[in-house]
């Protein structure tokens, strides 16, 4: 079969060089790279190294080759156009429909997904002149990835920073599965909750639950290649952040409801994926609380932690807001799914069955997607992002 078309887009700014391993990931991984940097690129790494990584000539200019009619052919003939980075002026151009090299002309061409990573200084991706841009972009369809905070160029730290390579690759592998040119969650803003909240017993001890977070980052990964303004409320996880994803890191129960009470004001959509204690020591030990010879420990004393998804579902911060939440079972997994469906009252529950060698930890998830409805969508055992693209194809559903 032929291998998937990429166009890599390169645009002239300092994080040039880590489109390099952009491009071997997508090399490797079978997809035929054509790299189409900008004149400015050239500047930071050289038409040979593009060349030489994609098995493919390298021009900047639509009068290369002209027989060929690079200009038009590039963009006809791929499956995708990924710019990395995007600079504010590529992203200008791009919007504003400007055509004066190869890859503006490829832009204006291509009728297959586009992704865009921006990377440029914080003023510059805050300036209203790119964020009009940007959403002049996203309303046509194209995938516009936020950039991650971090270190920039010399001393300045801030939003901008390139999202790592292997995260732009995951989109990028996204959007290719989905195969469509209309991300059906564009303009929308989505709220993920992932991990597992830790409660404090003294300062090294905690309660804490088995959840690794991998779920709730095929979320946000899988709905930010759909187009979606997201926000991941991370709980413990230590997983990279994923690409284009607004990361709000969180440690108990009680601070994770605080940033999705906060998050979720403005939220199209709510996805509970976080194991959330349902209860917290009553008292914290300022010191670490020792061991007494011949005595057994003082009995913990617990409360109840807030219940975070049934207080979102009967407040929903905007009308039709979608909130989803997740329910761990080690047994009679269903008949519980459903009376907690009724008692949360959520739109929808993800239902599945853990225990210490299931789901928890693991790449594999299966489960049962409840409706408010009535309906059950059975997800069989399969990469967490499977199941991920099914709760986004109902959130998208009930959206519309």
């Known amino acids: 079969m032929d291998k998937p078309k990429v166009v890599l887009g390169v645009s002239g700014g300092i994080a040039a060089y ?15 790279v054509r790299v189409v940097p900008t004149a400015s690129a050239l500047h930071f790494v050289g ?3 593009w060349s030489a990584l994609s098995g493919h000539p390298v021009s900047t200019e639509v009068w290369d080759d002209v027989h060929e009619v690079p200009h038009v052919r590039i963009g006809q003939s791929a499956d995708l156009v990924v710019v990395a980075p995007a600079t504010a002026d590529m992203l200008a151009k791009a919007a504003h429909g400007l055509a004066d090299d190869l890859l503006t002309n490829t832009l204006l061409t291509a009728r297959c997904p586009v992704v865009f990573a921006p990377a440029m200084h914080t003023e510059m991706w805050e300036h209203p002149a790119t964020q009009e841009n940007v959403a002049t972009l996203r309303r046509r369809g194209a995938v516009v990835i936020e950039p991650a905070v971090g270190r920039l160029t010399g001393v300045d730290t801030g939003k901008g920073r ?11 592998r996204r959007v290719l599965a989905r195969g469509v040119t209309e991300p059906d969650l564009k ?3 989505v709220v993920v909750s992932a991990g597992g909240t830790r409660e404090p017993l003294d300062p090294v001890r905690f309660l804490g639950n088995r959840s690794s977070g991998k779920q709730g980052y095929a979320l946000a990964r899988t709905a930010a290649a759909r187009g979606a303004r997201v926000t991941l409320l991370a709980a413990n996880t230590g997983l990279p952040d994923p690409a284009g994803v607004d990361v709000v890191q969180v440690g108990t129960a009680v601070q994770l409801r605080e940033a999705v009470l906060k998050a979720a004001a403005d939220a199209d959509a709510v996805v509970m994926a976080a194991a959330v204690a349902d209860f917290r020591p009553a008292e914290y030990a300022t010191g670490k609380i020792k061991k007494k010879d011949d005595k057994d420990p003082e009995p913990v004393v617990l409360v109840r932690n807030p219940d975070i998804l049934a207080e979102i ?3 929903r911060a905007r009308p039709g807001q979608v ?8 047994d009679d997994v269903l008949a519980n799914g459903r009376t907690k469906l009724v008692r949360k009252g959520c739109d929808l529950l993800v239902v599945n069955e853990v225990g210490e060698r299931k789901t928890f930890g693991s790449e594999e998830n299966e489960a049962v997607v409840l409706g408010a409805d009535g309906s059950e969508t059975a997800v069989p055992y399969g990469p967490k992002e499977a199941l991920a693209e099914t709760v986004w194809d109902l959130v998208a559903h009930r959206l519309s």
């Open 18 to 32: 880590k489109a390099c391993e952009l491009l071997r990931r997508l090399t490797e991984s079978g997809h035929d």
């Open 47 to 49: 038409a040979a190294t």
């Open 162 to 172: 390139l999202p790592d390579p292997t995260e732009i690759f995951e989109v990028c």
């Open 187 to 189: 303009g929308r803003h």
């Open 313 to 315: 579902s009967a407040d």
């Open 323 to 330: 909130v989803v939440g997740f329910a761990a079972e080690t």
